[in-house]
């Protein structure tokens, strides 16, 4: 150290052992030295602990579509997402009142399908972060009597961005002025062209109104996850995202998870970001107390001991302290990043002070 410190010295820098140097600095000491300086690898601990080795094939069974509604303003979103839980109504078992968790599962033909509420754009942004994807299909809705329109476009390039398999509703077909030829024509130059014109994109025309082609894009949605071939292995510890969180007066933190692989019991520990605990109670998205949650259910999570964020993942885990240790490790790398982002935001401000 005195040597190196004596180098430091000459360069006009005035160093103690306990100071910590700049790469470019230290790379230019190590060399005087006959060192090569490499750069740490970034690692990410939080990606690293996630990290799973793929699934082996004959563990994994068919799940429900998940599927997220996208489109310019006015355009119908939640009115399409009110009707398709409104039509599926009466397959319900009784007392099914739809609670509000964020997402919802309608069936058709004895088959399901997750809805999120939460608009496609923002399910993927908030989801993303870890690379975990919330959707599996995106209802591109357009309005027949407007046509495609900027969010249209965005909502295209997000889907696409996202590798997101797109099913254009077009909806308002009950208005006069609805135009379905139009729509088609004008999202071909954005290469969504219908299978009745050639192309590979299903197109189902739907009125939010008066639930006109609701079941035929509800069948339509199923046929896509058939080629899709979506599946998950059902019998391994769950994880999956966390759609929805806040903290409620009588039962403390809650949160609506989405779990995509393994089931989710009653009793499980489990940890998402910092937040961990057991599974205390858990409500679907028809108010109902379930014991267990499958890949693609979305349900309400009680028993954490911290509110989590939207779009974190979920993990249980074989015991209570290994969930406490996931979220431990969290914090520990949530405090550093924080800190390294304070010092180059320090640098930085060092830069342009001068
Ligand atoms: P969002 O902004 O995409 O969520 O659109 P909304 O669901 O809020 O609908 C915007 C407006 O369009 C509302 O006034 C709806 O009543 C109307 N609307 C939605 N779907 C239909 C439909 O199928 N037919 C007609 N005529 N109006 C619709
Ligand atoms: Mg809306």
Redesign the pocket.
């Known amino acids: 150290p005195s040597a190196i410190v004596k180098k430091l010295f000459m360069k006009g820098q005035m160093v103690t052992v306990n100071h910590e140097i700049d790469f470019e600095t230290a790379e230019e000491i190590a060399l005087e030295f006959n060192y090569i300086c490499e750069p740490e690898e970034k690692i990410d601990v939080i990606a690293e602990l996630l990290k799973e080795d793929a699934e082996d094939e004959a563990t994994m069974v068919s799940r429900p579509p998940v599927v997220c509604v996208m ?1 310019h ?8 997402l009110d009707a398709i839980r409104e039509t599926r109504v009466t397959d319900r078992e009784a007392g099914g009142i739809t609670q509000h968790i964020g997402a919802s599962v309608v069936s058709i033909n004895n088959r399901d399908i997750t809805f999120l509420d939460t608009p496609g754009h923002e399910a993927f942004t908030a989801m993303r972060m870890r690379g975990a994807n919330s959707t599996d299909i995106a209802i591109l ?1 357009v309005a027949a009597d407007d046509g495609v329109m900027p969010q249209t476009v965005e909502a295209i390039n997000h889907a696409r961005a996202a590798g997101v398999e797109i099913i254009v509703a077009i ?2 077909i ?2 006069p002025s609805a135009n379905i030829d139009k729509v088609k024509q004008e999202l071909s130059e954005y290469e969504l062209i219908p299978e009745d014109w050639g192309g590979s994109t299903v197109f189902c025309p ?4 008066t639930k006109e082609g609701i079941d035929n894009l509800l069948e339509m949605i199923l046929l896509t996850a058939d080629v899709l071939e979506l599946k998950a292995n059902p019998n391994r510890n769950a994880r999956g995202l966390v759609i929805e969180a806040q903290l409620d007066k009588g039962r403390g933190a809650v949160a609506t998870v989405l779990v995509q692989k393994g089931t989710l019991h009653v009793g499980d520990p489990v940890a998402c970001g910092s937040s961990y605990g057991k599974v205390r109670a858990m409500v679907d998205d028809k108010g109902r107390r379930v014991k267990t949650a499958t890949p693609s259910t979305p349900v309400e999570i009680l028993g954490l001991n911290s509110v989590p964020v939207a779009g974190e993942t979920f993990v249980a885990c074989d015991s209570e302290k290994d969930a406490k240790s996931f979220a431990e490790t969290y914090i520990s790398e949530e405090k550093h990043k924080l800190v390294e982002e304070t010092k180059s935001r320090m640098s930085l401000d060092d830069l342009f002070s001068q």
Request: net charge positive; glycine share 12%; no cysteine.
């Open positions: 489109g303003v006015d355009h119908g979103k939640t009115s399409l809705v909806n308002k009950d208005k739907v009125s939010a109104h």
